[in-house]
């Protein structure tokens, strides 16, 4: 099992940044991908971002260029760092850990005020 633990939301202005972290622990496969998706009060949860262990990187598309995903040297950190927040960005945030089976966070809520 892998367990993961996230920080970093919180509240912010509209044209703001924050930075989100997860760490992960426990049985870690050397192959997998750490990412964050987000989910909105009445909508689905959707993909954020992503990054594989072999540092190959997945945005969607209205993340792009304003969010920038890495991970630490150690493999097992995943940050996001979000600049240029909007109200629309506004979501509780899940950092996904998957190795043929996925492991989820409890949650980080981010809210932008316009």
């Known amino acids: 099992q892998v367990q993961l633990v996230e920080s970093g939301g919180g509240l912010v202005q509209a044209g703001g940044s924050l930075r989100l972290s997860c760490a992960a622990s426990?049985?870690?496969?050397?192959?997998?991908?750490m990412g964050w998706y987000r989910q909105a009060p009445g909508k689905q949860r959707e993909l954020v971002a992503t990054?594989?262990?072999?540092?190959?990187?997945n945005y969607a598309d209205s993340v792009k260029v304003r969010f920038t995903i890495s991970r630490a040297n150690t493999g097992n950190t995943v940050d996001l760092q979000m600049n240029s927040l909007k109200p629309e960005d506004t979501a509780d945030y899940y950092c996904?850990?998957?190795?043929?089976?996925?492991?989820w966070g409890q949650g980080t809520q981010v809210t932008v005020s316009s």
């Open positions: 990054v594989s262990s072999s540092g190959s990187t």
């Open positions: 426990g049985s870690i496969s050397s192959s997998n991908v």
């Open positions: 996904l850990y998957w190795a043929k089976v996925a492991s």
